[in-house]
């Protein structure tokens, strides 16, 4: 049987606090897209995290590695329905409400048969359902985060769905969540998809490298869906198994009027993208690592 040996430092206190928030979260977790903790121990001054292996390691390398192998249009929208289907568990189906907080390519690695599963749950935060994270640090991923957390820094459910958008809009256009144009300018794929939306030409986004072998529904459905989870205002956002119905093909996702996309534009355009911190684009994607002594952000890959 082969395992995977996730290594964290004793004498670093956030490797401490992530082992334990993997300890504590997912080693309850029981669902088919999320990897399995099987053990864990405490060794020579390492703290050891022992999983399922995954053969196929990350999905970032699908999307991102140059000349690399391209994952076919039905296998990105299995890996994304996965991961939805994840999310809702952690979300609704648990005894507890469970916050990922670092939903990004990266962290969604691939097994034998290609299958998505959510790993990396260091930055988790469970709590009971009715009530509220206590945490107010930022954590996550730049690109990722939704504006409020850099506002206010309380991890919801709805965060945890705008980092689900930007993984979708990831997936289908594959491009980064914060990429250089042709113009060397610095872009925000949230933005970037908005303006293309805007013009009409939302086909025009999925990855070159598809062609134009990609089942047509399903893109609308994914990129229409990417907007709705990354709308500026998190209680407009739709909750996980509204989400599953519409990849489900239970529903299909309201259209997104020109008013509705002039909204979020404005919005947008006034928050820069990241709220009242104000990243310009131009900017270091790490520039508002100041926010908090305790902040942990992660750039964005």
């Given at each position: 049987?082969?395992?995977?040996?996730?290594?964290?430092?004793?004498?670093?206190?956030?490797?401490v606090?992530?082992?334990?928030?993997?300890?504590?979260?997912i080693?309850?977790?029981?669902?088919?897209?999320?990897t399995?903790?099987?053990?864990?121990?405490?060794?020579?001054?390492?703290l050891?995290?022992?999983?399922?292996?995954?053969?196929?390691?990350?999905?970032?390398?699908?999307?991102?590695?140059?000349?690399?192998?391209?994952?076919?249009?039905?296998?990105?929208?299995?890996?994304?329905?996965?991961?939805?289907?994840?999310?809702?568990?952690?979300?609704e189906?648990?005894?507890?409400?469970?916050?990922?907080?670092?939903?990004?390519?990266?962290?969604?690695?691939?097994?034998?048969?290609?299958?998505?599963?959510?790993?990396?749950?260091?930055?988790?935060?469970?709590?009971?359902?009715?009530?509220?994270?206590?945490?107010?640090?930022?954590?996550?991923?730049?690109?990722?985060?939704?504006?409020?957390?850099?506002?206010?820094?309380?991890?919801?459910?709805?965060?945890?769905?705008?980092?689900?958008?930007?993984?979708?809009?990831?997936?289908t256009?594959?491009?980064?969540?914060?990429?250089?144009?042709?113009?060397?300018?610095?872009?925000?794929?949230?933005?970037?998809?908005?303006?293309?939306?805007?013009?009409?030409?939302?086909?025009?986004?999925?990855?070159?490298?598809?062609?134009?072998?990609?089942?047509?529904?399903?893109?609308?459905?994914?990129?229409?869906?990417?907007?709705?989870?990354?709308?500026?205002?998190?209680?407009?956002?739709?909750?996980?198994?509204?989400?599953?119905?519409?990849?489900?093909?239970?529903?299909?996702?309201?259209?997104?009027?020109?008013?509705?996309?002039?909204?979020?534009?404005?919005?947008?355009?006034?928050?820069?993208?990241?709220?009242?911190?104000?990243?310009?684009?131009?900017?270091?994607?790490?520039?508002?690592?100041?926010?908090?002594d305790?902040?942990?952000?992660?750039?964005?890959?």
């Open positions: 049987m082969e395992v995977a040996v996730k290594r964290m430092s004793h004498d670093s206190r956030q490797g606090k992530e082992f334990i928030a993997e300890v504590v979260s080693g309850r977790l029981r669902h088919r897209n999320i399995q903790l099987l053990g864990y121990c405490r060794r020579k001054g390492q050891l995290l022992v999983y399922d292996y995954m053969e196929n390691g990350s999905l970032d390398k699908y999307l991102h590695t140059r000349n690399g192998p391209t994952l076919c249009w039905s296998r990105r929208y299995s890996i994304v329905k996965g991961v939805a289907s994840s999310l809702l568990y952690l979300h189906d648990c005894e507890q409400v469970v916050i990922h907080r670092d939903i990004k390519a990266s962290n969604v690695l691939l097994d034998s048969k290609m299958n998505g599963r959510l790993g990396d749950f260091g930055l988790a935060r469970i709590y009971d359902h009715e009530t509220t994270a206590e945490t107010t640090h930022v954590a996550g991923t730049m690109g990722y985060l939704a504006p409020e957390l850099l506002r206010a820094g309380r991890p919801t459910p709805f965060s945890d769905v705008y980092a689900f958008g930007v993984f979708l809009l990831e997936v256009c594959g491009r980064k969540p914060i990429f250089i144009d042709e113009q060397n300018n610095r872009v925000l794929l949230v933005e970037w998809v908005l303006e293309h939306h805007h013009d009409g030409s939302m086909l025009d986004m999925v990855v070159p490298r598809l062609g134009r072998e990609f089942n047509t529904e399903e893109v609308t459905i994914v990129l229409k869906l990417g907007l709705l989870c990354t709308y500026p205002s998190p209680n407009a956002r739709p909750i996980m198994r509204k989400v599953m119905q519409y990849l489900d093909h239970g529903q299909s996702p309201p259209d997104l009027s020109p008013a509705y996309i002039s909204y979020i534009m404005m919005a947008q355009m006034q928050n820069e993208g990241f709220d009242s911190h104000n990243m310009p684009c131009s900017q270091p994607a790490m520039s508002v690592a100041t926010v908090s305790e902040t942990n952000l992660r750039e964005g890959r």
